[in-house]
Nanobody, 124 residues
Framework: QVQLIESGGELVQAGGSLRLSCVAS????????MGWFRQAPGKEREFVAAVGWSSSRSIYADSVKGRFTISRDNAKNTVYLQMNSLPGEDTAVYYC?????????????????WGQGTQVTVSS
């Protein structure tokens, strides 16, 4: 069983930056592919970014490519999402997810473990 705890969400002005963190419990963090998803009010949960066993293998949604960076620190059991140049459309609850897999999935149903989410609100 893996527990995921997100943090870092807050109210930020449009054009600003935030860094989200997700800390995972357990000793086998390095074997998990990690993903970030988000869900805005009235919308379905959507893929944002994912990373494989190392930060060199990352995937991004087109809507965030070039603005967001996903990375991981296996020594700290933590995955990060650096978000820059935030517009109002990035307002959502951001969720961290994990699955034992080398290649990170982009589909929510492929992830086994989920955090509770952290709210990001971008004021425009």
């Amino acid at each position: 069983q893996v527990q995921l705890i997100e943090s870092g969400g807050e109210l930020v002005q449009a054009g600003g930056s935030l860094r989200l963190s997700c800390v995972a419990s357990g000793r086998t963090f390095s074997t998990y592919a990690m993903g970030w998803f988000r869900q805005a009010p009235g919308k379905e949960r959507e893929f944002v970014a994912a990373v494989g066993w190392s930060s060199s293998r990352s995937i991004y949604a087109d809507s965030v490519k070039g603005r967001f960076t996903i990375s991981r620190d296996n020594a700290k059991n933590t995955v990060y999402l650096q978000m820059n140049s935030l517009p109002g459309e990035d307002t959502a609850v951001y969720y961290c997810a994990a699955v034992v897999r080398a290649v990170p999935p982009t589909i929510a149903a492929d992830y086994r473990y989920w955090g509770q989410g952290t709210q990001v609100t971008v004021s425009s």
